[in-house]
């Protein structure tokens, strides 16, 4: 993930000297890993250093030109304070969330739904909040917000389809 900020930083910094009206951006896939049970301690803490790797390392480079992973002996960190302007938009993809529990010394996780989530035909989970989390994480880049994808409605029943419409 290190690298591909370099890349994006310096191949931004080379385009805006060919072209300086062009508009460069990332697209940065939303789906929030959620623990299944908030009073499973391992669940929460996996869930919240997944959400880190996953996401916010990223965010914060491009935010504020740091990239940090703390771990001892394997962790990086880097810095370029480019980083921090290297984004004219940021695009948006979201699908669903990921639920992720502990069954016993195993750790799963279904991408599609828990048992109270309205699902589409695919067996996405329709989850309006994270997609308007998706909207306000990714606002706080002063960029323009490209919306790629916002949920999979692909409703071939009726019943869906009607639930949706109305």
């Known amino acids: 993930m290190k690298n591909l900020c370099i890349v994006h930083t310096n191949v931004y910094k080379k385009l805006k000297l060919i072209e300086p009206n062009c508009k460069i951006g990332i697209v940065k896939h939303y789906s929030r890993i959620r623990p299944l049970s908030i009073w499973n301690p391992f669940q929460l803490v996996a869930s919240l250093l997944l959400n880190y790797f996953r996401d916010f390392s990223i965010l ?19 810095k370029n ?17 990921i639920w992720l529990k502990f069954e016993g010394f195993s750790l799963s996780h279904d991408v599609k739904t828990i048992d109270k989530d309205k699902t589409t035909d695919m067996g996405y989970s329709i989850y ?3 997609f308007y989390e998706a909207i306000k994480n990714a606002s706080q880049f002063k960029v323009p917000i490209r919306k790629k994808f916002k ?14 419409c109305r």
Do not use: M, Q
């Not at 940090?68 to 002996?73: D, H, S």
């Not at 949920?151 to 949706?164: A, G, M, P, V």
């Open 60 to 78: 914060f480079y491009f935010k504020h030109g740091i990239f940090c992973i703390p771990i001892p002996f394997i962790g990086t960190y880097y």
């Open 81 to 97: 304070a480019e980083g921090a302007s290297s984004l004219d938009f940021i695009g948006v993809n979201y699908f669903s969330d």
């Open 128 to 130: 309006a909040e994270g």
């Open 151 to 164: 949920l999979i409605l692909t409703f071939r029943s009726s019943d869906n389809r009607k639930w949706y």
